[in-house]
């Protein structure tokens, strides 16, 4: 099974910009929708950002939308997701995930070692 690896973490002010990356090695990239979770210390993980398998669809929890932008490159085998205006609150380890449909993303339990985001007040 090909694993999913997440980069691009790191410190950041508030208010500041980040982009993470998650590469997945598969000729199957193309048939999966990806998606990005996160989980702060002491709380559930949480889903950020879906996009389907096409790219066409994207779907974003109410905390991030407007802020955070998800996207995909099929060449690259790698999904993207761009954070902007971030706070405190956004400051986690952020996972990313695949299933066959953006629904089945909720039930992804092979998660990887993730890609920490830290922010400064």
């Known amino acids: 099974q090909e694993e999913l690896v997440e980069s691009g973490g790191g410190l950041v002010q508030a208010g500041g910009s980040l982009s993470l990356s998650c590469t997945f090695p598969t000729r199957l990239f193309s048939y999966y929708a990806m998606g990005w979770f996160r989980q702060a210390p002491e709380k559930e993980r949480e889903f950020v950002a879906s996009?389907?398998?096409?790219?066409?669809?994207?779907v974003y929890a109410d905390s991030v939308k407007g802020r955070f932008a998800i996207s995909r490159d099929s060449a690259k085998k790698t999904m993207y997701l761009h954070m902007t205006s971030l706070t405190p609150e956004d400051a986690a380890t952020y996972y990313c995930?695949?299933?066959?449909?953006?629904?089945?993303?909720?039930?992804?339990?092979?998660w990887g070692q993730g890609t920490q985001v830290t922010v400064s007040a």
């Open positions: 996009i389907s398998s096409s790219g066409e669809t994207t």
């Open positions: 995930a695949y299933a066959p449909t953006p629904e089945r993303l909720r039930d992804y339990d092979y």
